[in-house]
Nanobody, 124 residues
């Protein structure tokens, strides 16, 4: 079982940047995908970005491609989400999730471990 703890959310003006962190513990993440999802009020949880911990392959939602970057630090067992050029529509609770391969990267079903979420609010 993987435990995940997110940090780094907050309030930022449109056009600004924020960086989220997801610290993992409990087991090695080899053969795991680690992803970021977000959920705005009244909306379903949606895929943002993910990476293959072992291979380094990354995936992005079209809405964030070119603005967000997912990365990892092997030594710290931590995944990051750097968010630039933020828009009000990026406002949501952001969740970190982990699941073992094979997994449908862009859906929530295969991710068995979830963090508690961190609020990101972008003002216009």
């Amino acid at each position: 079982q993987v435990q995940l703890v997110e940090s780094g959310g907050g309030l930022v003006q449109a056009g600004g940047s924020l960086s989220l962190s997801c610290a993992a513990s409990g087991r090695t993440l080899s053969s795991y995908a680690v992803g970021w999802f977000r959920q705005a009020p009244g909306k379903e949880r949606e895929f943002v970005a993910a990476l293959n911990w072992s291979g380094g392959t990354t995936w992005y939602a079209d809405a964030v491609k070119g603005r967000f970057t997912i990365s990892k630090d092997n030594a710290k067992n931590t995944v990051y989400l750097q968010m630039n050029s933020l828009k009000p529509e990026d406002t949501a609770v952001y969740y970190c999730a982990a699941g073992s391969f094979p997994i449908a990267i862009r859906t929530t079903q295969g991710y068995r471990s979830w963090g508690q979420g961190t609020q990101v609010t972008v003002s216009s």
